[in-house]
């Protein structure tokens, strides 16, 4: 078949791979010739994921999945003989900023400090799809006091 240049600018009659290797290079390309939403399978590596998710955060079609850490206080609150907490005497909440969500998402966190009966307890009702309001306990304060929280919110994407 001959390749034939139409007045519109398509060219036919090329088959796939009608191109010889190293034919085409980077000086070849204009600038931004090429976007993300062209690359193929593969093509992407470790560089294009850390700049995807050096915010925290990644989109991928209608989902968003954002995480994070920080250490908490060194000071947590006691609820001393307040019945009114049960299951933990130690407590401390937190605010935590988040993006690129429709509405609230799911949360989940875990504290790394060894203490068996330290754990994420709700996020309070005040949460949105901006603003995560998380809270942790454990029955004596070092198992919360200094120690340090991974979290992840996973919903739909803004």
Request: one cysteine or more.
């Given at each position: 078949m001959a390749i034939t240049i139409n007045g519109n600018g398509t060219i036919t009659g090329i088959s796939v791979g009608g191109l010889p290797d190293g034919v085409v290079d980077n000086g070849t390309l204009a600038d931004n010739a090429v976007n993300s939403n062209q690359i193929v399978n593969g093509a992407v590596g470790a560089a294009e994921i850390a700049n995807l998710v050096s915010s925290g955060g990644i989109t991928i079609g209608g989902l968003r999945i954002q995480t994070?850490?920080?250490?908490?206080?060194?000071?947590?609150?006691?609820?001393?003989s307040n019945d009114a907490y049960p299951g933990a005497r130690y407590?401390?909440?937190?605010?935590?900023?988040?993006?690129?969500?429709?509405?609230?998402?799911?949360?989940?966190?875990?504290?790394?400090?060894?203490?068996?009966?330290?754990?994420?307890?709700?996020?309070?009702?005040?949460?949105s799809a901006s603003q995560i309001l998380p809270f942790f306990c454990a029955h004596r304060s070092g198992g919360i006091a200094n120690q340090p929280i991974y979290w992840a919110a996973t919903g739909i994407a803004s």
């Amino acid at each position: 078949m001959a390749i034939t240049i139409n007045g519109n600018g398509t060219i036919t009659g090329i088959s796939v791979g009608g191109l010889p290797d190293g034919v085409v290079d980077n000086g070849t390309l204009a600038d931004n010739a090429v976007n993300s939403n062209q690359i193929v399978n593969g093509a992407v590596g470790a560089a294009e994921i850390a700049n995807l998710v050096s915010s925290g955060g990644i989109t991928i079609g209608g989902l968003r999945i954002q995480t994070g850490s920080f250490t908490s206080p060194s000071s947590v609150s006691d609820v001393g003989s307040n019945d009114a907490y049960p299951g933990a005497r130690y407590y401390f909440n937190t605010t935590l900023n988040i993006s690129g969500f429709a509405a609230l998402p799911a949360f989940s966190a875990s504290i790394d400090s060894g203490y068996h009966e330290a754990y994420f307890a709700s996020v309070h009702e005040n949460s949105s799809a901006s603003q995560i309001l998380p809270f942790f306990c454990a029955h004596r304060s070092g198992g919360i006091a200094n120690q340090p929280i991974y979290w992840a919110a996973t919903g739909i994407a803004s």
